[in-house]
């Protein structure tokens, strides 16, 4: 094994390393650029909300609003559509990164780490958010979309226990030390596979459920 995989750093995205969520404010942002996709996605709410509440399902309301943001869009369109996004969200505050995040991805591959960004968001969102702040050397394992019925919805939804599925090569290689770093209660069971646990700047209800699955046996970590 090289040296690099003996330790692996993994990072969920939205809110550990950047402020803003980047898959719902790119929903939000397209049912904004339409009053029908707001009627739909309206309309549709009290159905897509029964499939939020049960995590295991939680794909399925995602992809709902997904489609909705995304139907009607070819190719060309889909493209600049999320090229009007980037500039949106990529200004919508000075904040938008945490440095402590950039800080501490930077310690790991100094260290020759192998460091991971796992996240519900879209990859392309990942990936683009990730060059324009500068992040490198990371390898990028999101959600991905496809095709369906002239909209996007997922194919592959990096969230909750399917986390753990999707890196389950980086097990494989039984690294000696996995560190772990989100602020969601979501991914308790990617925490649950790494020998250091950091949860980052958690909501009373999220530290609750930390607490419940680990006790103690985490750190707080507050980044700014």
């Known amino acids: 094994m090289n040296h690099q995989y003996k330790t692996v750093a993994l990072f969920d995205f939205d809110k550990t390393i950047v402020s803003r969520d980047s898959g719902y404010e790119f929903i939000k942002h397209r049912l904004n650029s339409s009053i029908l996709r707001r009627i739909l996605a309206f309309l549709i709410f009290p159905v897509a909300i029964v499939f939020y509440l049960p995590m295991r399902l939680r794909f399925i309301s995602h992809s709902i609003f997904m489609w909705i943001a995304t139907a009607g869009l070819n190719k060309k369109k889909l493209s600049e559509?999320?090229?009007?996004?980037?500039?949106f969200y990529c200004s919508l505050s000075d904040d938008l990164v945490y440095?402590?995040?950039?800080d501490k991805m930077a310690f790991h591959l100094d260290a020759g780490h192998h460091v991971y960004i796992v996240s519900g968001a879209p990859t392309w969102a990942i990936k683009k958010i990730s060059k324009r702040l500068g992040i490198q050397k990371c390898t990028v394992i999101g959600s991905i979309e496809k095709s369906m019925m002239g909209g996007l919805i997922y194919k592959?939804?990096?969230y909750g226990h399917q986390?753990?599925?999707?890196?389950?090569?980086?097990i494989l290689q039984n690294?000696?030390?996995i560190y772990g770093y989100t602020d969601s209660a979501a991914d308790i069971p990617l925490l649950s596979i790494c020998t250091h646990k950091h949860v980052i700047n958690p909501t009373k209800n999220h530290?609750?459920?930390?607490k419940r699955a680990f006790g103690n046996n985490f750190r707080v970590l507050e980044w700014a």
Not at 81 to 87: D, G, P, T
Not at 163 to 170: G, H, P
Not at 207 to 210: A, D, E, I, R, Y
């Open 81 to 87: 559509a999320r090229k009007n996004f980037l500039r």
């Open 99 to 102: 440095q402590d995040a950039l």
């Open 156 to 158: 592959q939804h990096c």
């Open 163 to 170: 986390k753990v599925t999707l890196i389950s090569d980086v």
């Open 175 to 177: 690294p000696h030390k």
């Open 207 to 210: 530290l609750k459920k930390f």
